[in-house]
T-cell receptor, first 109, second 116 residues
Framework: LAKTTQPISMDSYEGQEVNITCSHNNIATNDYITWYQQFPSQGPRFIIQGYKTKVTNEVASLFIPADRKSSTLSLPRVSLSDTAVYYCLVGDYGRNFVFGPGTRLSVLP | DTGVSQNPRHKITKRGQNVTFRCDPISEHNRLYWYRQTLGQGPEFLTYFQNEAQLEKSRLLSDRFSAERPKGSFSTLEIQRTEQGDSAMYLC??????????????FGSGTQLSVL
């Protein structure tokens, strides 16, 4: 099961772009990179998923370098409501997803 | 698409009692997962089903835990003889798995269990 490393916490201010980097040195060929967001007392919410290069949706962008040993979740112009825990997962299918403690993002006014 | 539904949202029980949680996945989803989450930690895998078949159980799932998905739709997770260490958020997730490697899990809001 691929292990990931991401910062335990980050602070930002409203309106700023936030980049959260995740390391996954032992990523396997079939593994995708998936990011989830979790608010207190709720289940994780799917944000974005990618395999290589760049993926963008209405919420975030995911940047994956050619060696795929890391990835960066980019949240444009964060607001207070983006305060949450963000999890980076690496795996080929759900059973192999391993949730670490995630990154606790605090957005300040 | 009404999302993954879990009931109850909260459950308080006394040590030694049995509890049962229910999960209704997104209707067309064939895979269903159960996770447990304690404060400050990420969710931990417990077990999962593909249709009605339980494909794997974690070592975390002691003999007091049992999960079913009788008709490949909703699932129940039962904990017998609850212990204080069972206090946690129990999360259910579902996915539409079609053999590719980019599975996406959709989670419910969880059931918060408190064992007194």
């Amino acid at each position: 099961l691929a292990k990931t490393t991401q910062p335990i916490s980050m602070d930002s201010y409203e309106g700023q772009e936030v980049n959260i980097t995740c390391s996954h040195n032992n990523i396997a060929t079939n593994d995708y990179i998936t990011w989830y967001q979790q608010f207190p007392s709720q289940g994780p919410r799917f944000i974005i998923q990618g395999y290589k290069t760049k993926v963008t949706n209405e919420v975030a962008s995911l940047f994956i370098p050619a060696d795929r040993k890391s990835s960066t979740l980019s949240l444009p112009r964060v607001s207070l409501s983006d305060t949450a825990v963000y999890y980076c997962l690496v795996g080929d299918y759900g059973r192999n997803f391993v949730f670490g403690p995630g990154t606790r993002l605090s957005v300040l006014p | 698409d009404t999302g993954v539904s879990q009931n109850p949202r909260h459950k308080i029980t006394k040590r030694g009692q049995n509890v049962t949680f229910r999960c209704d996945p997104i209707s067309e989803h064939n895979r269903l997962y159960w996770y447990r989450q304690t404060l400050g930690q990420g969710p931990e895998f417990l077990t999962y089903f593909q249709n009605e078949a339980q494909l794997e159980k974690s070592r975390l799932l002691s003999d007091r835990f049992s999960a079913e998905r009788p008709k490949g739709s909703f699932s129940t997770l039962e904990i017998q003889r609850t212990e204080q260490g069972d206090s946690a958020m129990y999360l259910c997730a579902s996915s539409l798995y079609h053999g590719t490697t980019n599975e996406k899990l959709f989670f419910g809001s969880g059931t918060q269990l408190s064992v007194l």
